[in-house]
């Protein structure tokens, strides 16, 4: 198994030196628990990776994984950049305290009035389509403005269909055959196009496909240099990397992927005579995914025609089970490393059939009342939960060596009303 599995000396799970069981008694279930240490340690790691091989190297942290203030806070402190996506996500980054200049916008089916926002927000913007750059040209404040364009480089990876984010299929970016031509129009619009961009797609622990990106995503930058006469101040070959989910999966080793991805850079840097541009990733679910756990609790033990085992969380609290069949290891959180006894399918509370954490999952005994932690619940979980079922969304704790903060309370029935009306004339 190539992920940490903390035990205490009482054996139960420890989650950045605090004890879960204590935890989800003291904050209740369903719980998000965030290990501060780790997410540190995931930054610097990668970010050692590859500055070590070229030192004008950044990294945007994808904050559509998780927008909690208080990871933004941590990665602020650790000098990050800032993926945004949408205009939330850029008001939510500069409450964190990023610096717009620190923040790229790359939004898709973008409309004129959020245009409108992150050009006076002074973020960089990284045009995902002619019709936003044409449209972004005719704000005012716009001319001699610098911006980025995404460019589909016609290679795709993804850990499902719905997280390949390049290839003909895709609905993200300009095409690698009109490339040259939307940077001359951007110039002719009157914009300083400085960047370039491609972002191929998530969870993809095979270096093959970034190896390819980034050759085909150079060429494409070469040839606008040469054939656009393009200064790039920065080259952002997006986010991606992926992290093990199941015991089988190995991590990706960082080092020597890093060594591979930025020799081929350097490479046609030097084949294109480009500059010294910086060298910009845009890793999400690598720096948050593996540093917190979902903790929810067994209420109910079921033989129907199947065993199951339900829980207190549902696909409204983590959704990756039900969306693209993703896996997360489930341990049970007073015996994490007990053998496996018998297979259950680990079913939430949300009123479908297709709320399930796991089908078969091979696990120890289990108890009404056991408290089970859902592995690696990082990224895209807290930021893709709903209130589906009229469910009251879960907390979310800090911990950095044992001490434990609440970075978002737990949701109340109040909250599910919040911003209704009802008409005065079905007033009872
Ligand atoms: N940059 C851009 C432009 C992106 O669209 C994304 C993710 C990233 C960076 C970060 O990708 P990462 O390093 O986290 O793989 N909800 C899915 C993942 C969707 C990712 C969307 N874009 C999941 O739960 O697996």
Redesign the pocket.
Same mark, same amino acid.
């Given at each position: 198994m190539d992920f940490d599995l903390k035990t205490n000396e009482k054996g139960n799970l420890s989650i950045g030196g605090a004890d879960a069981l204590e935890l989800a008694d003291k904050y209740k279930t369903p719980l998000y628990v965030i290990d501060e240490t780790r997410i540190r340690e995931n930054y610097r790691r990668l970010h050692e990776a590859f500055s070590q091989h070229y030192d004008n190297f950044k990294m945007?942290y994808?904050c559509?994984?998780n927008t909690n203030l208080a990871v933004m806070r941590i990665l602020e402190e650790e000098g990050s950049g800032i993926?945004a996506?949408s205009p939330g996500e850029v008001y939510t980054s500069l409450l964190a305290g990023f610096d717009p200049s620190r923040i790229l916008f790359?939004g898709n089916n973008v409309k004129n009035e959020e245009l409108e926002y992150v050009v006076a927000s002074g973020v960089t913007v990284n045009v995902d389509s002619i019709s936003q750059l044409k449209r972004l040209s005719k704000l005012p404040g716009t001319n001699g403005m610098k911006i980025s364009i995404?460019v589909n480089p016609n290679v795709g990876a993804g &850990? &499902?269909e &719905?997280?390949i984010?390049g290839g003909p299929l895709s609905k993200?970016g300009i095409m690698e055959e009109e490339a040259v031509e939307v940077y001359k129009l951007a110039q002719e619009l009157g914009f300083k196009p400085v960047g370039i961009?491609s972002?191929i !797609?998530?969870?993809?622990l095979d270096p093959e496909p970034f190896k390819l990106a980034v050759e085909s995503l150079m060429d494409i930058a070469g040839a606008v240099h040469q054939d656009a006469g393009v200064e790039f101040d920065f080259i952002d070959f997006? !986010? !991606? #990397? !992926?992290i093990p989910y199941t015991p089988e999966e190995k991590k990706l080793d960082i080092n020597l992927f890093a060594e591979k991805i930025v020799g081929l850079f350097k490479e046609k840097l030097g084949e294109y005579k480009l500059r010294n541009p910086t060298m910009c990733i845009?890793?999400?679910? @690598? #720096?948050i995914?593996d540093t917190s756990v979902l903790l929810t609790r067994v209420n109910t033990i079921k033989q129907s025609y199947r065993k199951f085992a339900g829980v207190d969380a549902g696909f409204n609290t983590l959704?990756?089970p039900t $969306?693209?069949g993703?896996y997360h290891h489930v341990v049970v959180a007073d015996k994490p490393n007990a053998e496996p006894t018998q297979k259950l399918d680990i079913a939430g509370d949300v009123c479908e059939s297709g709320d399930l954490f796991a089908r078969d999952r091979p696990m120890p005994d289990v108890e009404e009342g056991d408290l089970f932690a859902i592995l690696n619940a990082g990224? @895209?979980g807290f930021t $893709?939960s709903s209130q589906y079922n009229s469910r009251p969304k879960p907390a979310e704790l800090l911990v950095k060596n044992g001490k434990t903060e609440v970075v978002r309370e737990r949701e109340t029935f109040a909250d599910l009303l919040t911003k209704q009306n009802v008409p005065v004339r079905l007033l009872k």
């Open positions: 945007y994808a559509k994984a993926d996506v790359t995404r &850990h &499902h &719905h997280c984010t993200f961009h972002h !797609g998530s969870g993809i997006g !986010g !991606g #990397i !992926g845009e890793p999400g679910r @690598y #720096i995914g959704l990756r $969306m693209y993703s990224a @895209y $893709m």
